[in-house]
């Protein structure tokens, strides 16, 4: 009898049928069993200090004995990439929660025990490859190979023996486009702004429990310390609070997430999503849809506020991005759309526009922006699509260039828009609070939403 084990589904295959055995999980689905189980990060990095380093040399015995570690298990391809992120500076940078540095963080993943269906030396490479480029991020769905088709399935459809399910079921799977737009946005971002603890958490996930812990400021969700802690219990957010200043969040992809990071672990096709993006995205896909995402499917539950199962709307990516990147960040809505979806106007002129997302950007801060389209095939209601602003130039005409990052272009390096188009476009964009604030006071971004669950709730 083969098996193929899927996390806490262990799939069997015996005389061409399929038995579902459930694990038990390691946390309780239960908000107050969260909580309870939670605890603070160990803080224990080697040389950790107060203030992030950035340096090009490694200093002590400890960062040289991890570094030939890792060395010595890479190939040369890869041993040139281990040296580009030493001269680059960021190796040993430590802008982490527990400021434990990249060199810290991949030796844990070479060295510790991994999730039993990933390899060290693999997820390694990933980590390199997003160090030396992180355009290689991407939600570009990965495809479920023939083996592992009628398990998924299985899991899909509960098992079901109908024909027409079954097949409905491949088809889907056949075509599916991932909705992590937003979420594949923010990894980048964390993964630019923030290195080590982007593999901080990296290193978390990818480990036999499959979750990482984040400490987060009660004001990077809210100036009002209650509504923060009402805002995290809203969300479904698996936390412990610290007082009424701190929170600790705990950071776990859905239990299907696994399946998929396996799969890739030995059949990533050029393009696909890595064993890494796979688990990043899923994680933040449980935060912004109130635990409800599934990796299977690529669907999350719709909810009081939105009607959609796919990706995630403009303020649950904004509660996904304040939590990854503890900041305090105000979703800014530019266009007026109606009812049945159409662009109708503007909330602010162009040149108010560009001017905020070129301030943000001199504060050394990526924007993550959603920008829409009318829909041809869909009477012209407007679709949309989140990518990064990374930086601007100027073209001959003295036009401004927006240099932007698309997790869904299937190019590996920054695209570039031009203001004429751009600025039109955005529909939403994630600014610091004291941009976004400049010329009124917003409201928390969230507080729509959570108005009409409040009316959803009681209905």
Known sequence: MASVNLHDENIYFANGTNKIQSANPSLNNSQNVYAKNVSLPSFKASGATSAVTVRTQLNTKDEKTKYNELSAELDGKYRRKLEYALKSGILLKNDSDDKSSVLDNLHKILKEERDPGLNNISLVKECLDIIQNPYVITQTCEDIPPEYKKPVIGLMTNLSEDEKEIKEANDYLNNMHTGTCPTASIEFDLATKQP???????????????????VIDMDALSDKSLDAIWLLEKFKTPHKNIGFEKSVVLLKPDKNAIIRARIQNNHKDKGERSMIDVLM????????????????????????????????????????????????????????????????????DFATIKKELLDTLATGHNIIIGYTWPDPDNDNRLSGHEITIVGTKTNAKGETIFICQDSDDDVDKPIEMPESFLLPAIHHAGLPDEIASRDFQYEDSWKYGVNEYEKYDKA
């Open 281 to 348: 995205q899923s994680t933040m896909m449980q935060l912004g849809s109130q635990q409800t995402y599934d990796s299977i499917t690529d669907k999350r539950a719709p909810n009081a506020w939105t009607a959609e199962d796919g990706g995630l709307i403009d303020f649950e990516k904004t509660y996904v991005e304040s939590i990854m990147e503890n900041k305090n960040t105000t979703s800014v809505i530019y266009q007026k759309v109606d009812e049945n979806g159409k662009l109708v106007g503007y909330e602010k």
């Open 196 to 214: 080590a603890e982007f593999f901080r958490i990296v290193e978390g996930l990818t480990s036999p429990k499959n979750e990482a812990y984040k």
